[in-house]
């Protein structure tokens, strides 16, 4: 099992510890309740440094510039939310809670994958 490590090092995006109450893959969004995020979810914690299974204490990266699988179509500067199976998608204004909003898409998708900053976990 691969960890995850987000585009800007370690020593430039805060990380914390958090127990798991599921099955996580390393790369995807998580919630406080040690989940993965699901669709539009407003409770995103960040995104998990390592796979694990309920009750396992894994390493969360914080808010920063992240590389994470994406799904549906996301433009360069346009604003994400996470999609479900904790991935990123486009949030969609007027529809998507404000709350569910994580950043922006700093480079477009590419091969379901996208690179987005962060400031909001």
Same mark, same amino acid.
């Given at each position: 099992?691969?960890?995850?490590v987000p585009?800007? /090092?370690?020593?430039?995006?805060?990380?914390?510890? !958090?127990t !798991?109450?599921?099955?996580?893959?390393?790369?995807q !969004?998580?919630?406080?309740a040690?989940?993965v995020?699901?669709?539009?979810?407003?409770?995103?914690?960040?995104?998990?440094?390592? /796979? /694990?299974?309920?009750?396992?204490?894994?390493t969360?990266?914080?808010?920063?510039?992240?590389?994470?699988?994406?799904?549906?179509?996301?433009t360069?500067?346009?604003?994400?939310c996470a999609?479900?199976?904790g991935?990123?998608?486009?949030?969609?204004?007027?529809?998507?809670a404000?709350?569910?909003? !994580?950043?922006?898409?700093?480079v477009a998708?590419? /091969?379901?994958?996208?690179?987005?900053?962060?400031p909001i976990?």
């Amino acid at each position: 099992m691969s960890d995850y490590v987000p585009v800007y /090092g370690p020593e430039t995006i805060p990380s914390f510890t !958090l127990t !798991l109450s599921a099955t996580v893959t390393a790369g995807q !969004l998580v919630t406080w309740a040690g989940g993965v995020a699901g669709d539009a979810s407003v409770s995103v914690a960040g995104v998990a440094g390592q /796979g /694990g299974v309920s009750g396992d204490l894994i390493t969360v990266w914080g808010p920063g510039r992240h590389k994470l699988a994406s799904s549906g179509s996301i433009t360069q500067g346009a604003a994400v939310c996470a999609a479900a199976a904790g991935v990123l998608r486009a949030w969609v204004a007027g529809t998507d809670a404000v709350a569910s909003y !994580l950043g922006r898409a700093s480079v477009a998708a590419s /091969g379901n994958v996208v690179t987005a900053s962060l400031p909001i976990l």
